[in-house]
């Protein structure tokens, strides 16, 4: 299974944990106000409001602070005007690292950054230095206790999924984004439990990481996914799931 994939999953289980509540809702709210601003405030018209929405009520956020977020977002109410940005650069190894961030000062977060690349044997690059390594895709994950293999593919592949790849505890369903949903409500319907599933940047190929050098990059990802002004951080390694297991802790 490819790294970033286990990394989403364990540190998902490691916020619930550390109950870090009011970073997750900053960085739910941002999108919100940035999606609502872009796209409207009415989710049935604005598709990303409508996901950013759905993943602040799974975090359990309030109605009114959703609410108010949209407000902001349409100038309805008075706020911070956020804009989106792309940052691009390699972590130890020479792992791709793609991240997206959202900032009301640009010059403070790119420094910010390369801080985080530079303590972390990495470097900030330039714009599209690694963006080509990766596909815009579906990923749905599916523990291998929840179904068999050959009842996965019969499955999935039906409601317009384009791959399985089979990881070391999991498989990885593969989808163009805009069939996501609909893969999701067929193993819904066949009664198969999946742990993800989400829209990411999907790599097209894994660097392999090991000793110092894997706990180099995965220190960068948790410095980099405790910034504030980052919303989501994308890389392509491949460390094994029991070493990522009992770094995380």
């Not at 050959?150 to 499955?155: A, K």
């Amino acid at each position: 299974m490819a790294g970033h994939s286990k990394w989403a999953q364990i540190k998902r289980k490691k916020a619930a944990q550390d109950a870090k509540r009011g970073k997750v809702f900053t960085k739910l709210i941002r999108e919100i106000m940035v999606a609502a601003r872009l796209g409207g405030g009415n989710p049935d018209n604005n598709p990303r409001l409508r996901a950013a929405i759905a993943a602040a009520k799974a975090e359990n956020m309030p109605k009114e602070n959703i609410e108010r977020a949209i407000k902001k977002g349409t100038g309805e109410l008075e706020g911070t005007q956020y804009e989106e940005v792309v940052y691009e650069g390699y972590g130890p190894g020479g792992v791709a690292v793609l991240i997206e961030a959202m900032t009301d000062n640009r010059n403070r977060t790119i420094a910010d950054i390369r801080r985080i690349f530079s303590r972390s044997g990495g470097n900030l690059g330039a714009s599209g230095c690694v963006s080509w390594l990766f596909q815009k895709k579906g990923v749905i994950t599916v523990e291998k206790d929840k179904a068999s293999e050959e009842r996965l593919m019969e499955v999935v592949l039906e409601a317009g999924a384009e791959d399985i790849k089979e990881g070391e505890r999991d498989y990885e369903i593969i989808t163009n984004p805009k069939d996501l949903e609909g893969v999701k409500r067929a193993l819904e319907e066949a009664g198969i439990g999946y742990q993800v599933a989400e829209v990411t940047m999907y790599p097209q190929n894994t660097v392999k990481l090991e000793g110092k050098e894997a706990e180099q990059m995965l220190r960068l990802m948790e410095m980099l996914e405790e910034h504030d002004d980052v919303q989501r951080v994308y890389a392509n390694f491949d460390i094994s799931e029991a070493a990522m297991e009992q770094m995380a802790q």
